[in-house]
């Protein structure tokens, strides 16, 4: 019976040979060479080839490198930034850092949520996960804040449909029919449900 | 002055905001003349950037001239045509030390895994971006580079991110001559990476996306072999077969977080968020590289966790090296190639596009349409350089 299989594994490589982790012997004598890279004559005309092949013309080699080069180094610490609005700060630090952004200071339900997950520090994946909370719930009051304002979210302009439909219109439309099917569904459903 | 404004996944809005102050002496406020989308936009744009507010403006890739300076700034100047790499960083932490400009300690309050960028949420410190009219510059004396005069715009504009980040990635790869190279994804960060290869003396390039339009530049631009996975049964088989079942010497994920190419990880990364983006290209990378090879990694992942297959890079004792592209690192070095035309980096913009226009810019970029690669936005104000700007809707 090993024998059968023997053979019949046999007559499968010699059909298939890319199958069944089939030794090439003549390929494998050949690992230690260079793979189908074309010689060095023909990678010359590629402009700039090898320019950096040299380690020394590496701008990141080593990794780590004293003292830093092709900046304005600074003499001290940075001078501390005056805070003029709430600024949250990682637990993972000991304090504010000295230069710091003051977009969108945090405000209402999102900004509460934000202020409780940075209670935690980064290495509880509940940070991260009350922080995308927060920021779906700032979504909704980005729409609140416009309406209170008396501006009416253009929505649709927002997400391109201009574009949309220059280069897709086939597909806005698809898009549109589908939506249309969903909500006169769920509106159907609604509806027959209120009958009983 | 007129900014992006973010509203919501899938949401741009571009409207008037006030414009930017100086709130520390060392910093400056810009005028952008060009600021481009990137692709790490699009992750943002999506909304799987935890910390992300409604009205932040967006915006990491820009260049501009030097409207106003602070007290303490010492070598700009009002008129200076400058490029601001993506890093905010203060060149005095123990990182800004050892050149590792990307990781700066100072810079970013809200998180000690990430240095601060502009317009990349509260996560990365909470400073809006330049795809707007004005932008406040922190650390001025230290970040922006001022542009030489044979540097034009549209090549300076990609030297604030993704030249370097691709440049760097091919670094990180270790590459010795005759390497066979493996770039996942051909966006513009893969397509530089792809080229970058080269000058490291590669010998072999090969990018695996399943974009054709993209696919069909990297091919011309690198150039490159190309492998769309779509038309492959599996990637990482695919890559064995083309390098005599070993493996690639070195593998590089520009690709991240938003990755296409397998059920599950979509479904758990982007789609239901159970992981931090879909690490297909990370998982590929990790299987397709020979045993003892390098990964490198440039792709955007969230904060949380995904999964990779680590155990398999364990046993094949893999080179993981993965950064936040040191910017100013690299500029000079890039200026050097660009002037003896070993790289041409504006060949890649494919759109410029007025400012007013973003929502639409984004959408195209997102979507893949009109043959995207690169958009650039470019504001009311800036200049001369607005009569470049061409209408995606009409």
């Known amino acids: 019976m090993d024998t059968e299989l023997a053979r019949r594994d046999l007559a499968e490589q010699r059909r298939n040979p890319q199958h069944h982790g089939h030794v090439d012997y003549e390929r494998q004598l050949d690992h230690d060479l260079n793979r189908h890279s074309p010689p060095r004559e023909q990678l ?14 590496r701008p990141a080699i080593p990794m780590e490198r004293m003292p830093p080069r092709f900046i304005h180094v600074p003499q001290g610490q940075p001078v ?23 977009a969108q200071p945090p405000k209402w339900v999102s900004g509460a949520i934000r202020r409780l997950a940075y209670k935690l520090p980064e290495n509880d994946v509940r940070h991260w996960l009350m922080l995308i909370a927060a920021d779906r719930v700032n979504v909704v009051e980005g729409i609140v804040d416009d309406l209170r304002h008396g501006h009416v979210p253009n929505v649709l302009g927002e997400m391109g449909i201009r574009s949309e439909l220059r280069h897709n219109p086939a597909g806005l439309v698809r898009k549109a029919l589908v939506t249309a099917v969903v909500v006169g569904g769920v509106v159907a459903l609604l509806k027959r449900r209120d009958r009983y | 002055m007129l900014a992006t404004n973010f509203r919501g996944p899938y949401r741009i809005r571009v409207s008037q905001k006030p414009d930017p102050v100086i709130e520390h002496p060392g910093d400056a ?17 999506h909304g799987l950037v935890p910390d992300l507010r409604v009205g932040h403006t967006f915006g990491h890739e820009f260049i501009g001239i030097v409207e106003e300076v602070g007290s303490a700034v010492e070598t700009l100047k009002p008129g200076d045509r400058v490029l601001v790499p993506f890093n905010i960083f203060c060149g005095s932490c123990f990182f800004c030390q050892r050149e590792l400009y990307g990781n700066c300690h100072n810079t970013n309050p809200e998180a000690t895994a990430v240095g601060g960028f502009y317009g990349y949420s509260h996560t990365t410190g909470g400073y809006d971006g330049g795809q707007a009219e004005f932008v406040r510059v922190p650390m001025a004396d230290v970040g922006p580079y001022k542009v030489p005069d044979d540097i034009v715009d549209d090549d300076a504009v990609l030297l604030t991110d993704a030249l370097p980040t ?40 090969i990018v695996v996306d ?22 492959v049964s599996d990637v990482a088989l695919h890559i064995k077969k083309m390098t005599d079942w070993l493996g690639a010497d070195a593998c590089i994920d520009a ?22 983006g879909a690490a297909t290209a990370l998982f590929w990378a990790i299987n397709s590289v020979r045993k003892a090879g390098n990964i490198s990694i440039v792709g955007v992942y969230g ?10 890079a364990l046993n094949k004792g893999l080179t993981m090296r993965m950064n936040q ?15 003896q035309g070993h790289l041409n980096p504006k060949e890649i913009i494919t759109h410029r596009v007025p400012l007013e226009e973003a929502s639409d810019a984004y959408h195209i970029f997102s979507s893949k349409y009109d043959n995207c690669i690169k958009t650039v936005l470019i504001p009311p104000r800036a200049g001369s350089a607005r009569a470049l700007a061409r209408s995606v809707i009409h």
């Open chain 2, 255 to 276: 690709v991240g977080c938003e990755a296409s190419g397998s059920l599950t990880q979509t479904l758990t990364g982007r789609w239901t968020m159970l992981q931090a």
């Open chain 2, 210 to 231: 399943h974009i054709d339009y993209r696919l069909d530049f990297v091919r011309r631009y690198a150039p490159a072999e190309v492998v769309n996975f779509r038309e």
């Open chain 2, 325 to 339: 592209a040191s910017v100013k690192r690299h500029v000079p070095h890039l200026i050097e190639h660009i002037r």
């Open chain 2, 303 to 312: 904060p949380t966790f995904n999964a990779v297959p680590i155990g398999n």
């Open chain 1, 80 to 102: 501390q930034q005056a805070q003029t609005v709430e600024v949250f700060c990682s637990p993972e630090r000991p304090g504010i850092t000295p230069i710091f952004g003051t």
């Open chain 2, 29 to 45: 406020i810009v005028r952008v003349i060009r600021a481009c989308i990137c692709g790490s936009d699009l992750h943002l744009y």
């Open chain 1, 44 to 57: 010359q005309r590629i402009p700039g080839w090898g320019s950096d092949l040299d380690h020394k013309n």
């Open chain 2, 166 to 205: 691709g440049y760097q990635a091919s670094e990180m790869a270790d590459i010795h001559e005759g390497d066979t190279v493996v770039v996942f994804g051909a966006g513009p960060v893969g397509i530089f990476a792809a080229r970058s290869s080269w000058l490291f003396g590669a010998g072999r390039v």
